[in-house]
């Protein structure tokens, strides 16, 4: 009973049926904005699928439930999630010609190999919550050193992204991994 409760909550936040009021981009009405404490409690006792599936549900109404606090930026918008289904510290972006919109974590690691773990856990996670129509393709990043999978379903724009990407430091080199769902972008 408790699982179809948090299952209910998710999937009204993702639809949109709460709608945020006009010229607050992304913002819930505050009579019906519960704390992010209690939604990520909520969020907490979902499975990693019921996340996902969730997020590639949402993905193309624009996540409106998930923005939170706003950024404009040179190369297009970025708002906090309001709750974290996948990681931590996790964003919309909206930016492209299409002014598509993708979820986005990210999570750094020290050296290769703590990110290659992180990275190959991801895309375990995917490959175990996509069902058998989602294509799964592994190549090199187009920008930047590191590999990407990219899963795909035929019949839809909305993908699952894993990138691990080398992020050259001052002193040393360390990894990001990053998770997206959203419309596929080289740029990440």
Known sequence: MKRLAAVSVLALLLSGCVQPPAGEPGQPSPQKQLSKKQLQSEVDKLSNCEKINALIEGQPKGFPQL?????RTPYGDIWQ???DLVGKGCEVWRGGAAGSYSYVCHRAAPDRDSGDLYYNA?????RNCLSSEWQAKEEPRKIGVGLKTVFSKPGTNTIVAVHLIRTDGVFDNQWAIYYMVGIP???L
């Open 185 to 187: 972008n080289d740029r």
């Open 122 to 126: 991801a895309n375990q996670i995917a």
């Open 81 to 83: 999630a309001r709750y």
């Open 67 to 71: 923005r939170g606090a706003y950024t």
